[in-house]
């Protein structure tokens, strides 16, 4: 399609068409509730209210709450060498990921996930690879005004020199535009705009909102843009044939010659069908919930672990035992992460032999495609537990099984390398 014609077709989705209400539409069963307000412009770049700051003066609780993302933990004083808080170096907390991640970016540089507060210096900052300015779309507040200036080009743009155009991070703008009030949402990277329409469902507002960059993407080879694979599916199986469908991976294991792909942070496709998603709770119900602070009230904005927050985010269902709920997390989580790091330790088995056994040519061309077919699949389902950021709690049952069949796929490679 062309692309200025892509750019005009997108912005109507996102929000022109909505704005005039009752304009004819095509296919009125899409219709989004939350994008339905007849408020929701997309304001012209000028207009654009992009900046935290700018809503200070009006939600001054609000304001503060969403400052501390800039923190991990409560009144922990940031290390300013670091420009914020230390962040936890995943190459020595697993280090059997830099077998794994071999060959890319991930096996040299990657470190814990900080807080919306440093989106944009983390990705200015990350010493890994970055193809265009598509690599900004999940990171600063400035991304639909650079996609309104740009269109379809803004994709494989220059990521330095675009980024060098903008000094926001994430800020309200994300999620409400220039219409906090009432907490409604709105929706403003362009590839979720798309995302959605594939979806069955539409989920709550609150999971909107952290969908529209908490999610597996990748990016199109030739136009860079940020794609959302979706179209079987959002299930562990369904992405993986979107994948595979298309040929698609991301890198290819130096040892094995294995094409893999390299999972993002799938948080929304983990959580969608969950016990809590079923009961209707929304990401924003338990990471931003109701708070109240020296008598006030209001919606906090500190997006972080729920664990700081038990009462608020989980007492009104389980009740007032906070300890016990939080150990039954962690318990959770510890059988998750045991079970992920005993899939990598056979991944890390299963890459050296295939690598011993393909120097040594004592492979037929059918054993190779069979053991690369394993182990871009077994890599692929460890990965999409190991990267979702909740160590399974998301969904538990999901993770359990995802890793349960990567294990499965592992053990056939392993014996296959056995027999030879
Ligand atoms: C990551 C997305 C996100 C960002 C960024 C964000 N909000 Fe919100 N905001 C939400 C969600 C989600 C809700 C609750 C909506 C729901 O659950 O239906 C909300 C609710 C609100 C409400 C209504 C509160 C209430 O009491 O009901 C206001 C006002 C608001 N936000 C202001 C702001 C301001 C000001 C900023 C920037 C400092 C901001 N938001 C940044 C997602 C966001
Ligand atoms: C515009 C993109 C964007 C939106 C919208 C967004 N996030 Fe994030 N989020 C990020 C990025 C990027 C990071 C990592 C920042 C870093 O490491 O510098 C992050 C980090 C986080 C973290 C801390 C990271 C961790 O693993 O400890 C939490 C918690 C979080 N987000 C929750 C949410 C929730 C809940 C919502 C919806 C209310 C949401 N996010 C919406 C992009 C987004
Ligand atoms: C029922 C409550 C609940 C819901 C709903 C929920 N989460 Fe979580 N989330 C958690 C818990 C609990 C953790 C684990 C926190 C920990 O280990 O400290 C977590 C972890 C995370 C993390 C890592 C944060 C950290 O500090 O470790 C991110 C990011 C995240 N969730 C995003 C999301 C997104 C996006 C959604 C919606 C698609 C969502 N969550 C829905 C409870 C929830
Ligand atoms: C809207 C009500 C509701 C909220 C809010 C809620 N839960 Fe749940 N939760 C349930 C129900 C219902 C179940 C399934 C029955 C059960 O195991 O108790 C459940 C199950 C669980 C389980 C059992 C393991 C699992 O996933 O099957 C854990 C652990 C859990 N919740 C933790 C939390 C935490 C932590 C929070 C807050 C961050 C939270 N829940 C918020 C209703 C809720």
Same mark, same amino acid.
């Given at each position: 399609?062309?692309?200025?014609?892509?750019?005009?077709?997108?912005?109507?989705?996102?929000?022109?068409?909505?704005?005039?209400?009752?304009?004819?539409?095509?296919?009125?069963?899409?219709?989004?509730?939350?994008?339905?307000?007849?408020?929701?412009?997309?304001?012209?770049?000028?207009?654009?209210?992009?900046?935290?700051?700018?809503?200070?003066?009006?939600?001054?609780?609000?304001?503060?709450?969403?400052?501390?993302?800039?923190?991990?933990?409560?009144?922990?004083?940031?290390?300013?060498?670091?420009?914020?808080?230390?962040?936890?170096?995943?190459?020595?907390?697993?280090?059997?990921?830099?077998?794994?991640?071999?060959?890319?970016?991930?096996?040299?540089?990657?470190?814990?996930?900080?807080?919306?507060?440093? &989106? /944009?210096?983390?990705?200015?900052?990350?010493?890994? $690879? *970055?193809? +265009?300015?598509?690599?900004? #779309?999940?990171?600063?507040? @400035?991304?639909?005004?650079?996609?309104?200036?740009?269109?379809?080009?803004?994709?494989?743009?220059?990521?330095?020199?675009?980024?060098?155009?903008?000094?926001?991070?994430?800020?309200?703008?994300?999620?409400?535009?220039?219409?906090?009030?009432?907490?409604?949402?709105?929706?403003?990277?362009?590839?979720? &705009? /798309?995302?959605?329409?594939?979806?069955?469902?539409? $989920? *709550?507002? +609150?999971?909107?909102?952290? #969908?529209?960059?908490?999610? @597996?993407?990748?990016?199109?080879?030739?136009?860079?843009?940020?794609?959302?694979?979706?179209?079987?599916?959002?299930?562990?199986?369904?992405?993986?044939?979107?994948?595979?469908?298309?040929?698609?991976?991301?890198?290819?294991?130096?040892?094995?010659?294995?094409?893999?792909?390299?999972?993002?942070?799938?948080?929304?496709?983990?959580?969608?069908?969950?016990?809590?998603?079923?009961? +209707?709770?929304?990401?924003?119900?338990?990471?931003?919930?109701?708070?109240?602070?020296?008598?006030?009230?209001?919606?906090?904005?500190?997006?972080?672990?729920?664990?700081?927050?038990?009462?608020?985010?989980?007492?009104?269902?389980?009740?007032?035992?906070?300890?016990?709920?939080?150990?039954?997390?962690?318990?959770?989580?510890?059988?998750?992460?045991?079970?992920?790091?005993?899939?990598?330790?056979?991944?890390?088995?299963?890459?050296?032999?295939?690598?011993?056994?393909?120097?040594?040519?004592?492979?037929?061309?059918?054993?190779?495609?069979?053991?690369?077919?394993?182990?871009?699949?077994?890599?692929?389902?460890?990965?999409?537990?190991?990267?979702?950021?909740?160590?399974?709690?998301?969904?538990?049952?999901?993770?359990?099984?995802?890793?349960?069949?990567?294990?499965?796929?592992?053990?056939?490679?392993?014996?296959?390398?056995?027999?030879?």
């Amino acid at each position: 399609m062309k692309k200025y014609k892509r750019t005009v077709i997108l912005l109507i989705i996102i929000a022109l068409a909505l704005s005039f209400g009752c304009g004819p539409r095509e296919e009125p069963e899409a219709r989004d509730p939350v994008d339905e307000d007849p408020r929701v412009v997309v304001p012209s770049p000028e207009d654009m209210l992009v900046a935290a700051e700018d809503w200070k003066e009006e939600y001054p609780l609000i304001y503060e709450s969403f400052i501390r993302t800039s923190r991990m933990q409560d009144n922990k004083v940031e290390d300013s060498s670091l420009g914020g808080l230390h962040p936890i170096d995943y190459l020595k907390k697993y280090p059997n990921i830099i077998t794994l991640y071999e060959g890319m970016g991930f096996s040299k540089e990657y470190y814990i996930a900080r807080g919306h507060y440093y &989106a /944009l210096e983390d990705v200015i900052n990350t010493s890994r $690879p *970055k193809p +265009g300015a598509s690599c900004l #779309a999940c990171k600063t507040s @400035e991304y639909e005004k650079l996609y309104v200036e740009h269109g379809d080009d803004l994709f494989a743009r220059d990521f330095q020199k675009t980024s060098q155009e903008i000094s926001h991070s994430i800020s309200c703008y994300n999620c409400h535009r220039n219409e906090p009030a009432d907490g409604e949402i709105q929706i403003t990277s362009p590839h979720f &705009a /798309l995302g959605i329409e594939k979806l069955e469902t539409t $989920p *709550k507002a +609150g999971t909107q909102a952290c #969908a529209q960059c908490h999610v @597996e993407y990748y990016l199109d080879p030739e136009t860079r843009e940020v794609i959302l694979p979706w179209d079987n599916g959002i299930g562990v199986d369904e992405i993986e044939s979107f994948f595979d469908e298309r040929d698609y991976y991301d890198w290819e294991h130096p040892r094995t010659g294995t094409p893999l792909i390299k999972v993002q942070h799938p948080e929304f496709e983990m959580y969608t069908g969950s016990i809590h998603d079923q009961m +209707g709770v929304s990401c924003a119900d338990c990471h931003m919930p109701r708070v109240e602070e020296n008598g006030q009230e209001y919606k906090s904005h500190w997006a972080k672990s729920p664990l700081k927050t038990v009462e608020e985010s989980c007492g009104r269902c389980h009740g007032a035992d906070n300890e016990g709920l939080i150990a039954q997390v962690q318990e959770g989580q510890r059988e998750i992460e045991s079970l992920q790091v005993q899939v990598s330790d056979m991944l890390v088995k299963l890459i050296a032999d295939f690598g011993v056994a393909l120097e040594e040519q004592e492979l037929d061309d059918d054993t190779i495609d069979q053991l690369r077919s394993l182990h871009r699949k077994s890599q692929y389902r460890w990965d999409f537990v190991f990267v979702e950021n909740s160590t399974g709690f998301h969904d538990y049952d999901k993770a359990r099984e995802t890793l349960e069949s990567a294990k499965e796929y592992a053990r056939e490679a392993l014996n296959i390398l056995e027999a030879q």
